[in-house]
Each structure stands twice: as structure tokens, then as C-alpha cells.
């Protein structure tokens, strides 16, 4: 149906460009045209095309929620009253049912019998919206058409008008960002406070037990108490300052030599190196992170752990030998040589915008290459450099693969950096795979951590870019 | 200064003494310092080298695999001749094999050990073969199968006879089995052509990353066909249109904030508005390549727009001063010298989105998806997300696997980036 509509709306707007076309050259017949025939032809072709689109895309949006709310206003009462989750996976199989495929799970009575008839409604309903739907695009296209034939004539400013459109139509472009941004904020805004309204953000943000696998029994805690984050933000920031004592050192220095003692063939083999580095997909990093450092920094601590077992450190060599696979240390390992190339490339471009008379006048007093580095270019990169890295912390925190696959589960309020420890990411990850049941507090509370996530990197993105911005600025 | 009195000869070799120490600390201080950043950037890359080579050499086994050829006495007793597929050939291979081998097998135990070596591969390969010619029945057939993922492990020397028993997965009695087979020439290491052949699948010598690569192909192209042209738009009308106002400032300051949003977030979005509110369907590659274009769109629009800042004025005000509008300019004369840079920046937000996998986790990538997609409506995986899930698998053969599917991602990726590098280096000029 929907290649259908499309192969016709393609039609049609060639048969508006060929009649603008052929209008404009006869009406403009004996007089001077203010523009050429195929400009004329580019008018009807947009207005054919234009409100078509509006009408599909508009559809395409509407066509899910319509008909979702009309399934559920006629549906009947067994079926109103089943648990949301449910009655979702109801209504899903009525529409498979529908298009005569199977349903894909096996309902007990009264659904199995309300499934066929069900099932023929939500196909009614269906193709009503679809032929709608088609309908609509189709007639939005003739009128369109019709009018920008309508208006063609020898003194209209047809180029203009086309360039008007295209103009709107770059602008819808780059208005798809801020859409986008009110996306993220409405969609997160509007679960979070759903989930606000079954936890108080106050025990959600300075709560220190997080069990939400709990939340559904009722003999638990109290649902309230189980959703705190504070062991989540900890997690996130152990993990991060570990990632950040690996990435900045390193990132730094590496920015340091290449900028300031390696010569251009070492730039040309090095640079593209890290770049290799920060093109690795992070579920590599994750993958490697697991199977190879994990068990690696575990043999290690256990091989301590037994030296110093038995010992006058038997405490100690007694908790080593028990670290798992899974630790902090881990992920903010690994997670900081991801961060490398990152660090350097930003501090790379901030030592080179500073003005060689800076070095010049310090090689004249008599300093030495890293004097000059440390004493002069350091200081004036300063606020560019601490721009970088707070990018970098903004990017460790909303990392996820890589602790998803390293960090574990454990929501545990701790700064040792060979606990399992859970992050913010992760807790989303989890909440939202496998099963989910879409109302409660549970599935919820990942929003929750979604706007808490966003909010943090927002922050540091808007300091970080004033400060680079500013620090631009000071030598240009 | 005047009463400053002349320093003596003693002083003055003293100073200079100190001087020449001083020197040299500065100097060792200098070649340290030099050495730090030496040993930052030995430590990317050997990090780099041992990534890469790790990945390599836990993958490259996967690559080939062991299959076994034996032959199969078509008993009519056991197969029913209406429907073949229902017969359990692996159990009847392993008795017919161990009849052949003279061992015996009062209950039944042996057959069950040694059946479990054979993948139920066999099973569809030897029911394919017998309902396509029924005249087989009853006689006896050679017929190709590969071999458990265990079993394959013990001839690749991952599964060792030096284990104690109850700690691996195969007991001395199949080694000796397996090594029997061998001996009798009937096992062949071959290339696994299933890893690239098949879509996934729960056993590991028949779990194959295709769906995965179609699935990702698939979403590749959505993100393409929508975040192309919306990013290239907003590149013009923000380099070329835009007035110096509040709004440009305001979408110019949103665009670099979106280009740094942590990716699981935008999984957020799509999870809220383009499954539960637009109700597409779920796990499909139409959402993944929504939410990825979306994604994708800052970096490309940053992209976009430093190449067409490097296309120079005169161009456009050569057009300008021969009577073309500003759309002509841009679109005849501007976008045209500055395509080569847009290419490249699109292949490289292109690869960058093939390799995200945080978002694709929340819109229900991470679910099993056997077969191949079809459609872009349809569940599918993709290549990340299936690192993900067979990095999860609890089988010991998925992990070289993963390794293997690590490969291909890398490939995929390495070939996008040599595409772009190659057309920056063809078409890129400098003013």
C-alpha cells in the first residue's frame, strides 16, 4: 500500500512539473516571462509534493497511537481491565490475528475467544486508517497541484517563490536538531515524572540502597527506598576518576610530543594511529575489557592475594584472592585508553592554536624545550586543556558498552576500585532488556537515570564549550 | 647597584659550577620529560597492537570448522517414510557407529555421549536427503555434517585431555572417539562457511553473523537515506542562509550540545517516542535507523559545514556578480566543489554508526533473531548488538565466535574508512 501511494504521488508531481512546464510556456506566450518555464514547473512540482509529504509523515506519526486508542475504546471489558503489559501484547496479537498470521502467545478464556473478533476489528481499523491515510495524501497532492497550476502566469516570480521554499526547507532541516533536543527532553521529562510520582526525587537522589528488582514484591523495603541512586552516581564517578588518572597523563603527554617534539613523520604514523584507537566500536572495548583484562587483572590480584595469604597481611591477601572478573578498576581501565585519543587530539589542536612567539620568547630567555612546555604553554592552554578533559569526563560518564560488560551489577557504595561496582548506564541497560512491564516504577526509574545522565552532560558540555570557546577567542 | 661589589675568582668559578650542575639537572629533566611523552604514545599503540592482535588471534580459529562425513544406513524400521524430519538421525548414526566399532552399548549411554558430537545439523542434512530421494531407504548413504561445537573445540586445542574431566565438557570416552574419527580420516577442517552463511542461532557451529550483517545494512541505510539529507540541508542553510540571529545561535549551540548527548540517551528517546508512542515495531532496523540517524545527524552537520567553510568566497562571489540567486550559488557552484568533503564526512558518520551499540540495546536489538530479516519492519539484529549477545553466551564456542563477529565489524568498518580516505585523497582540493 505504501509503495503503492508513493509510486502514485511520484506520478503526480511529474505530471505537475510537465503541466507548470507546459503552462508557463504557453500563458507567458507573446510576453516577456519574469522566470524560465522549468522554474515555473519547480513551483507546481513543490506544491504537489510538499503537502503530500506533510500528510505522510503526519500519518506516519499519528497512525501507531490512533490506532492504538481505537483498539482500546472498543475493545471489550475483559480486555480494558487486563494489566497494561498485557493488554499491549492483546492487542499486538488481535493485529496479528488480523492480517492472518498466528498469535504469538496462547490465551487462556475468556481472550481466546475474543481474540478472532478482535482480530477482524483491528484489521477494520487498520486499512480504514490506511486508506485514510492514502486518501488523504493523494487529494493534499491534487489540491497542491492545482493551486500552484492555478497561480502560474507570465508576471509571477516563480524563482523566488521555489528559492522561498527552499530556504524553509533547509531551515526545517536544522530545526530537526532542536526537535530532537525537545525529543530527549520531553521523553525523559514525562516518564521521570511518572516515575517521580511513585518515588520522591529526594529518595531517588540521596537514597543509598538501589534493589529495583524488588520493587514488585510488596513485603520488600518500601519501593521508595530501593530506588536510591547514591550507589549509582559513586559507581559512575569511581569508574570515571579511574578512567580520567589513565586517559589525562597519557593523553596529555601524547598531545605534548606530538605537537611539540615529534617530527612530521612521526605525526603522519602516530596521528593515524590513535585515530584507529577512537574509531574501535566501544563494544570492542567492552568484549576485550571482559575476556582478556578482566581475567588478567584477576590472576594478578589473586596471585598477591596468595603471596600474601598466610602472612602478616592475611586479611589483605585473604580479600585479594576472592577479586572477580568484574571490577571497577576493569572498566576505568580500559574505559581511559578509550578516552586517549580523545584527550590528545582536543589538547593536540589547543597546544597548536597558541602563538609560537609565546615559545619563541621563551626559547630566547634561554629555556629549555619542556621548560617552555611546562612554564609557558601549559599555563596559556590551561583553560583549553580543562575544557578537553571535562569533554572526556562528560564522554566517561555516558559510556556504557564498556561497563555494561566489565563494571557488573552490584549497586554497592563503595570507592574501591576492585569492587564490582553498577553505574548509571548500566542500571539503564539492564532495566530496559528482557522483560518489561511499561508502568512500573521499575522500567520507569530508567528515565529516571536518563534525565539525572543527561542533565550531568549537559552541564559539563555547556562549561566545557564556554571555556573552549572563550580560550579560542583570547588568541584569534 | 653601583656599591655591588666585584665578585672574586673564587665566586665567580663557584657560580659557575653551579651553573654547569644546574645545566645538567635542566637537561636530564628535559630528556625525562621527552621520555614521558615517548612512553604515552608507546603505550596507545602497543595498547592498539595488543587489542588488535588479541581480537585476531581468539577469532581466526573461528574461521574454520570441523565436519564429519559418515555413512548412514537409511533403516526403514526407525525413519517414517511420510516424514522424515521427525527421525532422530543423530541418536541413529551414533548406535550405527558404534555397531560399526564393535562397542557395546547395553543402556543406551554411549549412544547418547557420542550422539551428543554430532551437530543436529546432520539431522536436517540427512532428512533433507531422504525425503528428496526416498529411493535411499533402506540402503546406505554417505552424509556430511558438522560436528558439535565441543567437539570442534577439542580439534581446534581448546578443550585439552590435560583438564581434569569433571571440569570440561567432553569425558575421555568421547576424546577417544574423537580421536578414533580422526584417525579413520572421516573428519575434514574446512572453512566455516556457515559463520558467513547463516543468520544466528542458539547452537554455536551454526550461529552465523549474516542476519546480523543484513540487519545492519539494512539500518544502515535508513540512517543514510534520512540523516544525509537533513544534514547536509542544515549544513547549507547554517553556513550559506542563516541570518546572525537568536535562533541560528540558539539551533548552533543545540547542534554542539547534541553532537556529545552519551548515545544511550538517544536509545531513550526511541525507545519513548518511536516504539511507545509511534508504536513501530520493536527491534526492527527502521527504529535502529532512526534513532541512529538522529545520532549520526550533529557530526555530520559539523562535517558538512567545515567543508563547505573551505570552498573560498570568491567562488560564490564570482556566481553572485554574474547575476545567479543565492540558491543558484549554492546549489550550482558551492555544494558541487565542496561534495567531496561531504561524502567523506557522511562515510565516516556512517561507520561511526555502525559500530554504536548502546542505543540498539534499549529498542530490543539484544533479543535472539534467528534467520535472516527480510524487511525493515521486521525484528533483525545487527552486527554490534550481536557481539553483545554471543559475548553473553554462556557456550565456550561462542567466544571465539564473537572474536570472529569482531572481525567482521572491523572489516566492514576498515573497508568505509579506506572508501572515504581514498575520496579525500582523489577529489580533495586546496585553494
Partial sequence: MLWLVLALLVVLCAGAFAAGRALAARRAEGGKAHSRPNQHAAYALIWSAAPAIVMLVLGAVAAGPVTQKLMLEGAPEAVQTLEPFRRQAFLGDAHRVGQGLEAQQLWEQPYAELLPAEGRRAHRIESTLTWGGAAAVILAALLGALFALSQIKASMRARNRVEGWIGGLLFACSVVAILTTLGIIGALAWDSLRFFQSVPPTDFLFGTQWSPQTAIRADQVGSSGAFGAVPLFAGTLLIMLIAMTVAAPIGLFSAIYLSEYAGPVTRAVVKPVLEVLAGVPTVVYGFFAALTVGPAFRAFFNGIGAQLAGGPLDGLGQYLMLVQNQMALVAGAVMGIMLIPFVSSLSDDILNAVPQSLRDGSYAMGATQSETVKRVLLPAALPGISGALLLAVSRAIGETMIVTMAAGLAARLTFNPLDTVTTVTVQIVTLLTGDQEFNSPKTLAAFGLGLTLFVATLGLNLIAQRIVQRYREQYD | ?431
Avoid at chain 2, 665578585?7 to 657560580?15: C, F, G, I, S, V
Avoid at chain 2, 580439534?155 to 567432553?170: D, H, N, V
Fill in chain 2, 1 to 431: 647597584m653601583t656599591d655591588a661589589s666585584v665578585p672574586t675568582p673564587a665566586a665567580q668559578a663557584e657560580r659557575l659550577g653551579r651553573l654547569e650542575a644546574g645545566l645538567k639537572r635542566r637537561h636530564a629533566r628535559e630528556g625525562r620529560f621527552k621520555l614521558y611523552g615517548r612512553l604515552a604514545i608507546a603505550f596507545a599503540i602497543a595498547f592498539l597492537v595488543i587489542l588488535l592482535g588479541r581480537i585476531g588471534l581468539q577469532g581466526y580459529s573461528a574461521f574454520t570448522a570441523h565436519s564429519v562425513t559418515v555413512p548412514v544406513y537409511m533403516d526403514t524400521t526407525r525413519i517414517d517414510r511420510a516424514y522424515p524430519a521427525g527421525t532422530n538421525f543423530e541418536l541413529l548414526v551414533a548406535e550405527q557407529q558404534l555397531a560399526r566399532w564393535g562397542v557395546a552399548d547395553p543402556d543406551g549411554s554411549n549412544a547418547a555421549a557420542l550422539r551428543s558430537l554430532y551437530s543436529s545439523e546432520l539431522k536436517f542434512a540427512a532428512a533433507e536427503r531422504v525425503s528428496r530421494s526416498p529411493e535411499l531407504l533402506g540402503r546406505s548413504t554417505p552424509i556430511s555434517a558438522p560436528l558439535s561445537d565441543d567437539a570442534d573445540l577439542y580439534f581446534k586445542g581448546e578443550i585439552k585431555r590435560s583438564t581434569p574431566e569433571a571440569q570440561r565438557r567432553l569425558s575421555d570416552q568421547q576424546m577417544d572417539w574423537l580421536d578414533r574419527m580422526k584417525e579413520e580420516g572421516v573428519v575434514q577442517r574446512h572453512f566455516a562457511t556457515a559463520l558467513f552463511t547463516n543468520g544466528d542461532s542458539t547452537e554455536p557451529e551454526l550461529a552465523g553473523v549474516l542476519g546480523a550483517v543484513i540487519g545492519s545494512a539494512l539500518m544502515l541505510l535508513v540512517t543514510a537515506l534520512i540523516a544525509i539529507p537533513l544534514g547536509v540541508g542544515a549544513a547549507i542553510w547554517l553556513e550559506e542562509f542563516s541570518p546572525r540571529n537568536r535562533i541560528t545561535a540558539f539551533i548552533e549551540v543545540n547542534i554542539n550540545n547534541l553532537a556529545a548527548v552519551p548515545s544511550i540517551v538517544y536509545g531513550l528517546l526511541g525507545l519513548a517516542v518511536f516504539i511507545n508512542f509511534m508504536h513501530l515495531p520493536r527491534a526492527s532496523p527502521l527504529v535502529g535507523g532512526l534513532v541512529l540517524a538522529l545520532m549520526a545527524l550533529p557530526t555530520l552537520i559539523i562535517a558538512t559545514r567545515s567543508s563547505l567553510k573551505a570552498v573560498p568566497p570568491s567562488i560564490r562571489e564570482a556566481a553572485l556578480a554574474m547575476g545567479a540567486s543565492r540558491t543558484q550559488t549554492v546549489f550550482q557552484h558551492v555544494l558541487p566543489l565542496a561534495m567531496p568533503g561531504v561524502m567523506t564526512g557522511s562515510i565516516i558518520s556512517m561507520a561511526h554508526a555502525l559500530g554504536e551499540t548502546a542505543p540498539l540495546l534499549l529498542i530490543g536489538m539484544v533479543s535472539f533473531t534467528p534467520g535472516l530479516p527480510t524487511s525493515i519492519v521486521e525484528p533483525a539484529g545487527a552486527l554490534p548488538s550481536l557481539v553483545y549477545i554471543w559475548e553473553n553466551a554462556s557456550e565456550r564456542a561462542f567466544h571465539e565466535r564473537t572474536a570472529a563477529a569482531i572481525i567482521v565489524l572491523l572489516a566492514f568498518m576498515v573497508v568505509m574508512n579506506a572508501a572515504a580516505i581514498l575520496l579525500r585523497r582523489r577529489f580533495e582540493r586546496r585553494w
